[in-house]
């Protein structure tokens, strides 16, 4: 039986750009837009933006198929009328852009955060303090019913398919697998009868939605937990899916419980698409890769190796809706391009904000947050070209001011030349590309290697002028903190001043935890980022796929630090807990791995040719090394304001300049977007 309602997707590989349009989907991101009130229109405005951008299909954040299978107590299920009429004003704005979407059922299990959690047998997940009771026959049954109806109604709000979500460890996964499935009724017992219960929503899906439905289902093609399944299983369930009725399938990689990072920026680009080749040709239906797939020439290559049928991004398209039409129209240089940070789309949405992008935050602010041209001309001086200086220069072009923006040094970008210096950070880099490329390509007048002082702001006659000087690294003085030795994270970073090979690190934010990365890297390496294998080794994936679940028989095998390293900090408590939510336990088991020594109530006595002397608790102790380096925070730039407010002059300032703490690029990027609009 062929159920492939979309032909172009079968189509004989070709790789110009051209055919982007018809291989790429929009992979489905929780934008907790679905869960507020208003959230509807904003969300339709939100695809029928990506639509416009030439995404050929769409799939929506996770929808619970019952109000048990909710991600959190509030939030909505796809399980009446009422609600279905409400996403027709999502599906109606897709279609009027010549999109396509299709919705996915998403049923948490375990990882639900309420006290109402259900899953296949009795259990408590890793990733969430609430325990889940299993769910009885009859309420399987019904699950499964819950699951169709919900399809059903997607078929009612005008979707054009769904996607079941398989994977990432919800509660299809729960059901397949043995350590969390002890069932003695007829959804537990051999793997054969574990995978029944997606394999009958598929079937009951398919009859009850007909032949011209989407049926898209997420497959955990590798799980990266102990106890998952192996390959032959993965392989018999794609099988027996495609039997089920299913259009298409999408890789799903590892479970959230997992602790093998698999969409960090610390992951190759492209570092799964592995994992999908080996599905090819076992299934006749189209296959989909994903993960760290986040421009053009990664889909391309993706494609071209032979891995996938179709690729699929989610982040890029909240940093760039327009991806693939600059894409088809040969711009690759013009997309604002995913960095992979998490830290404005998950970590908003596992902290139960609305979900955004650091380099893009009119993403799910498409109602909100827009350029509009001015009708009153005016000239502006931008001074700063880090972040919040950049977004604000291209911002006023964008609203046909006259743009000046003047750069002290060499170079624009600011902090972010020193992040993209950092292992697995160089994608940083790559928003200054984008930067660079669209001050050009809309006429702001960038001055390099200068100064801006008082004069010379009076002088230029601007309507208004917007303080970006951004930030210096906060000095800690204490004895011989001015010893030769003692190096700020600038020194090193920016100026790649020689470090030894037994380092101090005061301070432990994220550039304390960025620095110690850096250090622990062997930087004689032609790229401290590590290719898939290496990758794969590093953190304990077995490329083989030997073992259940494909973790490593022997576990991670990091390359050892070429440094010995102290990072230190003053407070109680763990290091890095302000972390970003979803990535912080990576930094930490990275720098664990490499086996930095990090202490914590320190205080810091002083710094002699012995070494850094501090107390630790009640303890004296002297850490032989050869260099401290200082992570401790900064202080605003911000020098030039008062004289121009004296001066008479209209002066707002953005970004560190204007608070240093807790800076980010996320805080500052938003703030030059939002003064710009008003201006
Ligand atoms: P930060 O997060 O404020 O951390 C500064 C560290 O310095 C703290 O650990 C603090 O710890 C210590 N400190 C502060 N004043 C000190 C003093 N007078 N003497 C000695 N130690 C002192 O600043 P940051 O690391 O520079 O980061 C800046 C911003 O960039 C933050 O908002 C951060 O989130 C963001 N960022 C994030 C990442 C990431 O998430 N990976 C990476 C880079 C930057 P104690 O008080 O305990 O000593
Ligand atoms: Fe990508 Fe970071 Fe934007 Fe998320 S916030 S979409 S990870 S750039």
Redesign the pocket.
Known sequence: MAHSTYPKLLSPLDLGFTTLKNRVIMGSMHTMLEDIPGGIDRLAAFYAERARGQVGLIVTGGIAPNLAGRALPIGHAMDNEEEAEKHRTVTKAVHDEGGKICMQILHVGRYGYSEHNVSASDTKAPISPFPARALTTEEVEQTIVDYVQSARMAQHAHYDGIEIMGSEGYLINQFIVTKINRREDQWGGEYEARIQFPLEIIRRTRAAVGENFIIIYRLSMIDLVKGGSTWEEVIQLAKEVEKAGATIINTGIGWHESRVPTIGTVVPKGGFAWVTKRMMGEVNIPLIATNRINMPDVAEQVLADGCADMVSMARPFLADPQLVQKAIENRPEEINTCIACN?ACLDHTFSMQVCSCIVNPRACHETELNYTVAETKKKIAIVGAGPAGLEAALGAAKRGYEVYLYEASNRIGGQFNM?KEIPGKEEYGQTIRYYSTMLAKHNVNVYLNTKANVDLLCKGRFDDIILATGVTP?R?TFEGSDHKNVLTYADVLRDKKPVGKRVAI?????????VAEYLSHDSSHPSVSLDVADYMKEWGVDMQYNQAGALAENGAEPLPSPREIYLL???KGKHGK???KT?GWI?RSSLAMKKVNMLAEVS?QKMDNQGLHITVGEENRILEVDNIII????EPLNDLHDGLVAAGQTVHMIGGAHIA????AKKAIKEAMELVIKL
Do not use: M, P
């Not at 005061?506 to 960025?514: E, K, L, T, V, Y």
């Not at 992570?631 to 900064?634: D, F, K, L, S």
């Not at 703490?661 to 980010?664: A, H, P, Q, T």
């Open positions: 830290q992040a906060r800690v005061i301070g432990s934010g994220g550039i304390g935890f960025d900090k003053r407070s302000n972390l970003g990535t930094h810091y992570c401790a925070g900064q703490k807790e800076l980010d």
